[in-house]
């Protein structure tokens, strides 16, 4: 199938696609993202409509995008958001762990979405479950209120607001959903118009907006902006590993809260996502306590 429009850019010196696209996904079959060996399909709504694009990168560090789709013809400006391309290269204050790791991975940027709504259902997946769960949940969700991409590819287009808001929280359940985030997600869905302002405020601002919403807290608001909206600020609070990552791999301290980490990411004045963001770049963990300290202390992972 010929596609709708076509487009063509030079990938900025040192760009890393497949890192900076890797958390485009929520898990390996996610209906509405694809990675293949040369790039990856996502279908996408846009203001203009929906749209389907097919990225590839070639040994010249071009990128070609086929996109196909009511939006196809406006996607080249939101193509190049969420792939970080008119995002400069980071460049940190001075410190000798995140200097390294700048070396290995000069090339991450942060993905802008745009599209509030998706970040946020995709986040509150996320709330107290499994990396596994939130994902099949997530495929199901799409796969139920979700639309056909337009396209060759067999990809579907994320729910609409208008459909999340169409079904009972019962029925959100019935795909695996717990309660209590089935219900934040419906508080979003009947917000989102509201919400979506949050693409356009100061950082500050968008995190307190996205807070309005019951079941909506800090640590979703951080990383729907940190994740989807590539801003460089947020600081996650309220994660489990999160700490233990940051302290470890910053200060060599197997342990460590939120207050700690907030200590080590102040040297990174505005951009202590893009140190967070680095950190999973380098698949950093802390060490997991002993088996036999955790039945002595009942710890659990």
């Known amino acids: 199938m010929e596609p709708d429009a076509t487009y063509r850019w030079d990938s900025p010196d040192g760009y890393d696609f497949f890192e900076t696209t890797r958390l485009l996904r929520t898990g390996g079959n996610d ?3 694809r990675r293949v060996q040369e790039g990856l399909w996502r279908a996408a709504r ?5 749209v389907t ?9 071009s990128i070609a995008v086929r996109a196909w789709g009511e939006g196809a013809n406006s996607a080249g400006p939101y193509v190049r958001r969420w792939l970080g391309l008119e995002e400069p290269a980071w460049c940190l204050p001075d410190h000798p762990v995140t200097n390294r790791l700048l070396h290995e991975h000069p090339g991450i940027r942060l993905n802008d979405t745009g599209d509030v709504f998706e970040g946020l259902v995709t986040t509150i997946l ?15 969700l799409v796969e ?17 607001p208008r459909a999340v808001r169409s079904v009972s929280v019962d029925r959100l359940m019935l795909l695996g959903i717990g309660r209590q985030r089935a219900k934040t997600i419906q508080e979003v869905a009947f917000s989102a118009k509201g919400l979506q302002r949050a693409a356009e405020l100061p950082t500050d ?8 919403v019951r079941g909506v807290g800090p640590w979703t608001a951080a990383f729907v902006l940190g994740l989807r909206l590539a801003r460089p600020e947020p600081i996650v609070r309220g994660d489990l590993k999160l700490p233990h990552a940051v302290c470890w791999a910053l200060a060599g301290e197997p342990r460590g809260d939120d207050e700690r980490m907030a200590e080590l990411l102040a040297p990174f ?4 996502f893009q140190v967070i963001r680095l950190i999973y770049a380098a698949r950093i963990e802390a060490p997991r306590r002993s088996h036999k300290r955790e039945i002595r202390f009942g710890f659990l992972r």
């Open 31 to 33: 209906p509405t993202v």
């Open 46 to 50: 846009l203001p203009e409509g929906p």
């Open 53 to 61: 694009v097919r990225i590839t990168v070639d040994a010249g560090a």
């Open 126 to 140: 996320q709330q107290q479950v499994t990396w596994q769960e939130a994902a099949f949940t997530w495929r199901r």
């Open 144 to 160: 139920e209120l979700g639309e056909v991409a337009p396209g060759p590819r067999e990809l579907r287009l994320a729910p609409t």
């Open 205 to 212: 601002e968008a995190m307190s907006l996205l807070q309005h």
């Open 269 to 272: 004045p505005g951009q202590g």
